[in-house]
């Protein structure tokens, strides 16, 4: 009838109707896999026995990649009045800048975190090279005797429970250590789960709120300052190696893998031993 209203009529009269204004929410996790909460269990009782035996367990997985740059970084702070951080107004990656990877080491037992930032490509080259630094830095001298290591992962991703280029990599960590490793997959969908998410990445990611990571040495710095009242200890390094993407492992390499798939899920849980005993 041409009669002239404005948003707050609208508003009132949809609040009037049932209706309200909500963001989404994430509730729906997809089809879960019949042996999910069997796998649980199983991970759980490797980490025990791990655990008891004085052997080294870690949770491992790639952050969110950043901007690196005066790009908007969500979050508040309380700065002087008047006094905002000054950012881009978009978000173009400028070809000099590009983004920064960073993949975590967590060790369930010491509450401590290594996480290498990468510049070239999230690979398994460049996770079992993590993996390593984690174990030249602070891994060797926190067990000096671990015959063993237990890595629990997501079950996709550069580390994902069917790449090859990640069982080479480890097979080369084994050999380069001495250590046999035995790793554990998340199963799919269920990465919330993985420990390393909740004990190290989300206290990143609350350390460096609202503040522009505009440089590498930036991004390190705030992740190695994340600390806890509860003990969390975090090191942090720019990893400036080459990784490139869509590395192939043919079948004669697979061939020289040590690798012994579990009774269950073999394809979730396997050990990888060293070809000849290296000192640690």
Not at 3 to 30: F, I
Not at 199 to 219: C, D, G, Q, T
Request: net charge positive.
């Amino acid at each position: 009838m041409a009669h002239p209203v404005g948003p707050h009529l609208v508003r009132n009269l949809l609040h009037d109707l049932g209706y309200s204004l909500q963001l989404n929410h994430k509730s729906r996790e997809g089809s879960s896999h019949p042996d999910r909460d069997a796998q649980f269990r199983y991970l759980h009782d490797l980490v025990v026995r791990h655990q008891r035996r004085h052997q080294p367990v870690i949770s491992v997985d790639t952050k969110k990649k950043e901007l690196v740059g005066e790009f908007k970084n969500g979050g508040r702070e309380w700065p002087p009045r008047g006094h905002p951080a000054p950012v881009r107004v978009h978000d173009f990656l400028p070809p000099d800048l590009g983004k920064a990877i960073p993949y975590g080491v967590y060790d369930l037992q010491r509450n401590e975190g290594w996480v290498s930032v990468g510049i070239d490509h999230d690979t398994a080259t460049f996770a079992a090279r993590t993996v390593r630094r984690w174990w030249e830095v602070m891994g060797r001298s926190a067990y000096p005797r671990a015959t063993s290591l237990l890595v629990t992962a997501d079950c996709g991703g550069s580390n994902g429970a069917r790449v090859r280029l990640w069982m080479w990599e480890l097979q080369q960590l084994a050999d380069r250590t001495g250590l046999t490793l035995t790793v554990c997959h998340f199963p799919p969908g269920t990465s919330k789960w993985n420990k390393i998410e909740h004990r190290l990445f989300s206290h990143i990611a609350m350390n460096w709120r609202w503040k522009p990571l505009v440089s590498l040495a930036v991004i390190v710095s705030l992740i190695g300052s994340t600390t806890l009242k509860a003990g969390l200890w975090v090191r942090a390094e720019i990893d400036k190696g080459r990784h490139p993407d869509g590395v192939k492992v043919t079948d004669e390499r697979m061939a020289q893998i040590r690798l012994e798939p579990h009774e269950f899920h073999g394809d979730w849980n396997y050990t990888i031993r060293p070809h000849r005993k290296q000192p640690n």
